[in-house]
């Protein structure tokens, strides 16, 4: 039975730094995609990153790239998405989710995604 249970999630002033994880059970974490989406009030679900498991690939959204790192500890079946630098905009609930299989073209396509966790909320406010 896949799991994805994400962790980490926190009220941070401006400017602050956290570290989510996804502790991933019932499949091989290396052998999957783990894709990091976020979900503001009253927007869409969009794609933040994601982390092929087989050759590494890694892909970020234009607004998160340079503050935002995507890793995987295939030891602890967990990946991780550091945040740094954070801004109010990046305020979100904040979801992992996974596929065996994915078209690189459509990585921050949520209908690709098979599985998903419940969510972590992500709160930038001073």
């Known amino acids: 039975q896949v799991q994805l249970v994400e962790s980490g999630g926190a009220l941070v002033q401006p400017g602050g730094s956290l570290r989510l994880s996804c502790a991933a059970s019932g499949f091989i974490l290396d052998r999957h995609v783990i894709g990091w989406f976020r979900e503001a009030p009253g927007k869409d679900r969009e794609g933040v990153s994601c982390?092929?498991?087989?050759?590494?690939?890694?892909y970020y959204i234009d607004s998160v790239k340079g503050r935002f790192t995507i890793s995987r500890d295939n030891a602890k079946n967990t990946v991780y998405l550091q945040m740094n630098n954070l801004k109010p905009e990046d305020t979100a609930i904040y979801y992992c989710s996974t596929t065996p299989y994915l078209p690189w073209s459509s990585w921050n396509d949520e209908d690709e995604y098979e599985y998903w966790g419940q969510g972590t909320q992500v709160t930038v406010s001073s």
């Open positions: 982390i092929s498991g087989s050759d590494g690939r890694i």
